[in-house]
């Protein structure tokens, strides 16, 4: 097991609805990264946070936010959901920044937005 | 174009067969690379890092060709539980960080 949890595992939401999804790091794990997979398609990154702060960002629109905390969780926020919104939202945690470091991923939340 | 981009297959190979992947990237400054396994309805694990001077695990060798910007991922003697799709993944710079769309591997009896 990786020791990254993520909840829900299942979610269903309407359009326009509100959503907050849930990862807990491994313990130490300072960066956390939020992804979104669709069906038959691979991770998209939508941002990365080290040390509670954003620093990176894919091509996601800003109704996408999230936090990290002190104590190694974080969040997904989606605002104003669409349809296409509906997908495989996986986080994933690393011990520091930079570009060798081994990603640890959670399970993921299947999110359908109707 | 995508920024990194892998043939989706499937491939579906016989049980100790050679099967090798590519996966090309576009941009020149990305900082490093690896293969990523994920099975079905699971997340994806770390297989191997990819250096240039290339890396071998057990059955898995893995090569990264800067000047034409790809990697490659060969497996051999292959298993039926290799049977997955396989993620080439790009760190475009320290806090950008690219996943292929996948190519999925079909090992049959």
């Known amino acids: 097991e990786t020791g990254v949890t993520q909840s829900p595992t299942h979610l269903i939401k309407t359009r326009g609805q509100q959503v907050t999804l849930r990862c807990s790091s491994q313990?130490?794990?300072?960066?956390v990264s939020w992804y979104q997979q669709a069906l038959g398609q691979g991770p998209q990154f939508i941002f990365q946070y080290y040390r509670e702060e954003e620093n990176g960002r894919g091509n996601f629109p800003p109704r996408f936010s999230g936090l990290q905390f002190p104590n190694y969780s974080s969040e997904l926020n989606v605002n104003a959901l669409e349809l296409d919104d509906s997908a495989l939202y996986l986080c994933a945690s690393s011990p520091d920044r930079g570009s060798n470091e081994k990603l640890f991923f959670g399970s993921g939340t299947q999110l359908s937005v109707l | 174009r995508k920024e990194v981009e892998q043939d989706p297959g499937p491939f579906n190979v016989p049980e100790g067969a050679t099967v090798a992947f590519n996966c090309t990237y576009s941009n020149s400054a990305s900082q490093s690379f690896f293969w990523y396994r994920q099975d079905c309805r699971k997340e994806p694990k770390l297989l191997m890092s990819?250096?240039?001077s290339g890396n071998e695990d057990g059955r898995f060798t893995a090569q990264l060709n800067r000047a034409s910007q790809y990697i490659s991922l060969l497996i051999r003697d292959s298993k039926l539980s290799d049977s997955a799709t396989y993620l080439c993944?790009?760190?475009?710079?320290?806090?950008?960080?690219?996943f292929g769309s996948g190519t999925r591997l079909s090992i049959r009896p």
């Open positions: 993944v790009v760190y475009s710079s320290a806090s950008k960080i690219i």
């Open positions: 313990s130490g794990h300072n960066t």
């Open positions: 990819v250096y240039s």
